[in-house]
């Protein structure tokens, strides 16, 4: 299942991301590929290692956590620190799967990828071409959101970031290990929560129908959890 997540970050937000990765020096977006995805990976990125890569990502971090809809979609576990990339005029990252498992920059922890995060800092009509194009069972999907928003995938699809033609994409990537391992549960576990918060504002909270649900979920998530 795909969420498109809005506003994980404001305006000011991105305005201040923008200013500060427009000060340091980026890399060649090969150093955090895999052998394959090498291959066709044209992009820059700010150093795993930077100061500011850090700074940026805790922002981020500290965002999603108080994010109602990003945390019913993912069910995070845990999170790998956002990196940042940049692709400019002609540059692109064919189709390719991201790895399985990835360790933490910095520690001996290591993280299974279950869901894949795009960051969006760039406004769509800042460029053309650069869409994620993300295959899953019912086709290919384009997508290219507002600066701040955040598209969340199941990292066993296939996908690709098409050639800029003209303009620049910033973006900011990263990686979640979910409590919840199965995608269709976990798309499950969303559906029966959205439902629940709808029904807790036309019902109120002390319903007897919201407690009985409200406690399916959490029986679910007893039942499904790895920690
Ligand atoms: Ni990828």
């Known amino acids: 299942m795909i969420h498109h997540i809005p506003n994980i970050l404001s305006p000011e937000q991105v305005r201040y991301f923008r200013e500060e990765m ?16 090498a291959t066709v990976k044209h992009n820059q990125q700010l150093s795993n290692d930077h100061p500011l890569t850090k700074h940026l990502g805790d922002i981020i971090l500290e965002s999603l956590g108080q994010h109602p809809l990003f945390l019913s979609a993912a069910i995070p576990l845990d999170i790998i620190p956002p990196l940042f990339n940049r692709y400019e005029q002609h540059q692109s990252f064919g189709f390719h799967v991201d790895n399985s498992i990835r360790r933490v920059q910095g520690s001996q922890e290591r993280l299974r990828t279950d869901l894949s995060c795009t960051l969006f800092l760039s406004d769509p009509h800042e460029y053309d071409g650069g869409e994620l194009v993300i295959e ?6 384009e997508v290219k959101l507002p600066a701040g928003d955040l598209i969340l995938y199941p990292s066993t699809s296939l996908h690709e970031v098409t050639s800029i033609q003209s303009g ?9 290990q979910s409590m919840i391992r199965d995608d269709s549960n976990r798309h499950m576990l969303f559906t029966l929560d959205q439902s629940i918060q709808q029904l807790r504002m036309e019902l109120g909270d002390q319903h ?10 959490h029986n679910l998530i007893r039942k499904w959890a790895e920690l």
Do not use: P
């Open 22 to 37: 427009s000060k340091v020096d980026w890399v060649n977006g090969k150093v955090t590929a895999g052998t394959l995805s």
């Open 208 to 217: 007897e129908q919201v407690i009985k649900l409200t406690s399916l979920y």
């Open 136 to 141: 899953d069972t019912y086709g290919y999907h």
């Open 168 to 176: 620049c994409r910033l973006a900011s990537f990263f990686w979640i």
